[in-house]
């Protein structure tokens, strides 16, 4: 038996733990070493790492990627994509979307990771698509949770209308850390005996529950597993990289890894995570065990968000009730799962219901998007009240959404001009327009100042 790793060092776990702000310069010259290995996958990008390049390290998130495919050649590079959403927190239109997978690809990504939040499959089918046509890896991942119409069946039918699509791999996402070793030993069980397809384990140590999750897991036939380098692991990050090759390898079960390799990767990321301790950009309380995730089914990383927004609004006294809210909110919206963007929507929602006093009372617009449809098939039913607050005599929109959207990649490469160097320049202001616009005039002005002080010797 074999069981293959997949290091998030460079995406979720510096998500996770460091709201990805992990520059390359900290990583790069790990990632020869990293190489070494003998990783199933690193994945490096994607997720929140397009945004926060350009918004906070003011990098090219093009420039990373090629960055370190050059010096990781042996190793496939991952990436998280969210579907129709891409990296961003809205539909895109098709035409988009397929530029952005094809220069995914071609500028280093051999996996992508594609899911949608509410696993309206209509929504991955696109970047699936497009992905196979570009010859790389797909992997569709279904968004793991728990609630009254998330059954085994209907995540196993799932699965096999993801094999249908041609996806060369699965991926069970448990965002949140809720997934309990006998969950995923079932879930894996009940897949595994309608697809035939190599499946990966995704969780996160929030609850404390994921190494023994994994076990149960792999137990049941799973083939990969997510896991961080030991120092950046456990809290909202993965489970440890080298606490699992340790406990797998005694059981027997093969793996590629290079122990020496690991503990070289590991020591590397030291000194690092204790320059994030002593700045304040990791706090603390994330590394530990909060159970309070199995009863609100709440994501580290919502979970921080809602303390971070209930402290600037001087009201972290009313976190017990915002998280009391929270469940009843995804109820009303039909259970959505709580992934990004939706666990934001909801968070908002549910402090927003507590602080003003009344349920409902100001709605966000993206519930209201949600509600009419705009993001997909709701898992659940809608509450009757909060859909006719939002529609009135209105109708929600039955179709896939993208459907309704025009093309726009062309129209805003034109519009851009010489603004942009290239398409990926018009990718990326098509995810992010204000935070693209202001990173591509930062950049003339470092260009500028290279030019000026490349003259200025010649006197
Ligand atoms: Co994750």
Not at 309 to 318: S, V
Not at 333 to 351: D, E, H
Request: glycine residues 6%; proline residues 5%; charged residues 25%.
């Amino acid at each position: 038996m074999k069981v293959n790793f997949t290091e998030t060092v460079l995406r979720d776990a510096n998500q996770s733990l460091i709201a990805t702000r992990m520059p390359i310069s900290v990583f790069e010259p790990i990632l020869e070493t990293m190489d070494k290995a003998g990783y199933y996958s690193v994945e490096c990008w994607g997720g929140a790492t397009f945004d926060s390049c350009l918004r906070y390290l003011n990098e090219d998130p093009w420039e990373r990627l090629r960055r370190i495919k050059a010096k990781m050649p042996n190793t496939k590079l991952q990436m998280l994509l969210r579907g129709q959403n891409l990296l961003g927190y809205k539909h895109y239109p098709d035409d988009v979307v397929r530029k952005f997978v094809q220069h995914s690809i071609s500028n280093g990504i051999d996996i992508v990771r594609i899911f949608d939040a509410l696993n309206d499959i209509r929504n991955i089918e696109v970047a699936v698509d497009e992905t196979l046509k570009c010859g790389a890896h797909a992997s569709a991942a279904i968004s793991y949770t728990t609630s009254p119409v998330h059954t085994l069946d209907k995540f196993a039918q799932l699965c096999k209308d993801m094999q249908s699509m041609g996806v060369q791999s699965i991926c069970i996402k448990d965002m949140a850390g809720v997934m309990s070793p006998k969950e995923a030993y079932d879930l894996v069980s009940a897949i595994k005996d309608k697809v035939d397809l190599p499946l990966v384990l995704h969780t996160h140590c929030t609850t404390g529950l994921a190494f023994m999750t994994y076990l149960k897991g792999i137990e049941a036939g799973a083939d990969v597993i997510d896991t961080a380098t030991s120092v950046f692991s456990g809290g909202t990050s993965q489970p440890a990289t080298e606490t699992l090759y340790y406990a797998l390898d005694q059981l027997g079960y093969e793996t590629d890894l290079k122990h020496d390799v690991l503990k070289q990767v590991n020591d590397f990321f030291k000194p690092y995570f204790a320059e994030c301790l002593e700045s304040g950009l990791l706090d603390p309380t994330v590394m530990g065990t909060a159970t309070e995730a199995l009863d609100y089914k709440i994501p580290g990383g919502m979970l921080s968000n809602l303390i971070s927004q209930l402290k600037a609004q001087n009201a972290i006294d009313r976190l017990p009730e915002v998280l009391e809210e929270t469940p009843r909110v995804r109820k009303d919206m039909g259970y959505p799962p709580l992934v990004t963007p939706l666990s934001q929507m909801v968070g908002v929602q549910a402090a927003t219901n507590v602080l003003l006093g009344e349920r409902y009372k100001s709605i966000g617009k993206e519930i209201k998007a949600y509600v009419k449809g705009e993001y997909g098939r709701a898992p659940g039913e809608i509450d009757d009240d909060l859909k006719k607050k939002i529609l009135g005599s209105e109708k929600a929109i039955e179709c896939r959404p993208a459907d309704l959207l025009k093309p726009e990649f062309e129209k805003t490469k034109a519009m851009l001009g010489s603004k942009a160097d290239n398409d990926e320049d018009v990718l990326s202001y098509i995810a992010f327009p204000q935070v693209a616009e202001k990173f591509f005039a930062d950049r003339e002005k470092r260009r500028e100042n290279i030019v000026r002080y490349s003259i200025e010797p010649i006197e």
